[in-house]
């Protein structure tokens, strides 16, 4: 699977490159405990730190960045890139831009307020058969905007910018959303259906099932020792 991402040539020097997710691991992950102590239990247990499935998900797919820094009071957004002009007609300058409150009318995430568009730098082309799956960044709750999910056919679709829409959550925040903050995390994803199968537990996978998790209960990093599989890193 490739992903091919390409830029206006006047802004090839200025734009951030999207990059692999887990080059983008937040601060506080790292500076997370392994292990808190549980009232509940009584004792110290393991954190979301140590919690393969948590933390691949943060680290699988793209990051796509913002490409400059962008200062906020009071939801009133601004900012100074200094950028050439496009070579290309119809190409956006701003790091933002924004939906009319009427496109969310109904939805649940909806505030009153006009939602944001990450405008996107790049175009993103993918092989036949796979579509571009953008989200908020994984477990990223600390940011104070909201992502809104989406799929695009970016196998057909690949000669325009996907731009990335968000619903800003914190009205209080007042400070800089600093170049290079995570604003989409993408995936490949195949846009053949699965086929769906259901079947009761046979013998074997009773057994197998009460085996895992005995084993799971019984001692920690099982999914990590015995099941969790190798990734290879993204390349360039």
């Known amino acids: 699977m490739r992903m091919i991402f390409r830029c206006d040539p006047r802004l ?50 793209v990051m796509i960045p913002l490409p400059c820094d962008v200062r906020v009071e009071r939801r009133a957004f601004a900012w100074d890139w200094d950028i050439p002009e496009p070579a290309t007609q119809g190409h956006p300058r701003a790091p933002l831009s924004f939906h009319p409150v009427a496109q969310l009318a109904g939805a649940p995430f909806a505030n009153g307020q006009a939602a944001l568009k990450f405008n996107s730098f790049w175009t993103i082309e993918l092989e036949p058969g796979w579509s571009l799956f953008a989200t908020h960044p994984v477990n990223r709750d600390d940011l104070p905007f909201r ?28 400070g800089v959303l600093p170049k290079g903050t995570p604003v989409a995390q993408c995936f490949a994803v195949p846009r053949e259906a699965p086929e769906l199968t259901f079947e009761a537990f046979d013998d074997a996978h009773r057994e197998a099932y009460s085996k895992v998790v005995g084993e799971v209960l019984a001692a920690p990093n099982v999914y990590r020792k015995h099941f969790r599989a190798k990734r290879g890193r993204l390349t360039t």
């Open 147 to 174: 992502l809104i999910s989406g799929l695009v056919d970016a196998d057909r679709f690949h000669d325009g910018g996907i731009n990335f829409p968000g619903v800003w959550t914190q009205p209080d925040f007042a």
């Open 12 to 61: 090839a020097d200025h734009l951030p490159r999207p990059h692999p997710a887990r080059s983008a691991l937040p601060d506080w992950l790292r500076a997370m405990p392994a292990k808190a102590h549980s009232n509940i239990h009584d004792r110290e247990i393991r954190t979301v730190k140590q919690c393969p499935p948590f933390v691949d998900a943060m680290a699988y797919g």
